[in-house]
Nanobody, 124 residues
Framework: QVQLEEAGGGLVQAGGSLRLSCAASGDTFSRYALAWFRQAPGKEREFVAGVSWTGTNTAYADSVKGRFTISRDNAKNTVYLQMNSLKPEDTAVYYC?????????????????WGQGTQVTVSS
């Protein structure tokens, strides 16, 4: 099973950018679809972006389309989330998730492996 560790969170002003990374270990990284979810205080965890095992297919939540970009580097066993034009409503704990499949899903229950999360705070 793959283990995941996120990095790159922090405090940024509205309109700024952050890049999150998620390093994987323990299994063949290229066999996993990967995704980013987030959970704001008092809210349910929600899908943000996902990338298929080949990197060919991506999916985004409507709220982040055009601002966030997910990518993966199979040589480095890492998935990234580039976040631009950040808004206060993007404030949340961001989680990396992995699903050993050739498909790409956007639901929480599809993902069996999760990182510990990294805090992103966007100030107004």
């Amino acid at each position: 099973q793959v283990q995941l560790e996120e990095a790159g969170g922090g405090l940024v002003q509205a309109g700024g950018s952050l890049r999150l990374s998620c390093a994987a270990s323990g299994d063949t990284f290229s066999r996993y679809a990967l995704a980013w979810f987030r959970q704001a205080p008092g809210k349910e965890r929600e899908f943000v972006a996902g990338v298929s095992w080949t990197g060919t297919n991506t999916a985004y939540a409507d709220s982040v389309k055009g601002r966030f970009t997910i990518s993966r580097d199979n040589a480095k066993n890492t998935v990234y989330l580039q976040m631009n034009s950040l808004k206060p409503e993007d404030t949340a704990v961001y989680y990396c998730a992995a699903d050993r499949t050739t498909s790409l899903f956007t639901t929480i229950r599809a993902y069996e492996r999760w990182g510990q999360g990294t805090q992103v705070t966007v100030s107004s």
